[in-house]
Nanobody, 121 residues
Framework: QVQLVESGGDLVQPGGSLRLSCTAS????????MGWHRQVPGKQREWVAS???????TCADSVKGRFTISRDNAKNTVYLQMNTLKPEDTALYYC???????????????WGQGTQVTVSS
């Protein structure tokens, strides 16, 4: 089994910063992508940022210049550094990973349970 466990969500004032963490554990052979999505109740889940195995990173235009995604390969952990937070960044942030559990297995998508980020004064 594979687990993605997020942490770091909190209540923060506008202009503040938070760092989210997500660690993948379990029966993992190879990870191809790790990233973050977010969702506000009543709205569709929105992609935020991704890291891929070749080391490249991308972020949505709405967070570019404020959010940075990075990964610690040794720990199978991905981070989302969020700076200059705005009230519209308030959402449940989900970690996602595309990985194989064996050399012959399919690449499957896994999701964490989410961590709440609230930006409010």
């Amino acid at each position: 089994q594979v687990q993605l466990v997020e942490s770091g969500g909190d209540l923060v004032q506008p202009g503040g910063s938070l760092r989210l963490s997500c660690t993948a554990s379990g029966n993992i052979f190879s990870i191809y992508l790790m990233g973050w999505h977010r969702q506000v109740p009543g709205k569709q889940r929105e992609w935020v940022a991704s890291w891929t195995r070749d080391g490249s990173t991308t972020c949505a235009d709405s967070v570019k210049g404020r959010f940075t995604i990075s990964r610690d390969n040794a720990k199978n952990t991905v981070y989302l550094q969020m700076n200059t937070l705005k009230p519209e960044d308030t959402a449940l942030y989900y970690c996602t990973a595309v990985l194989q559990t064996s050399s012959l297995g399919d690449k499957n998508v896994y999701w964490g349970q989410g961590t709440q980020v609230t930006v409010s004064s």
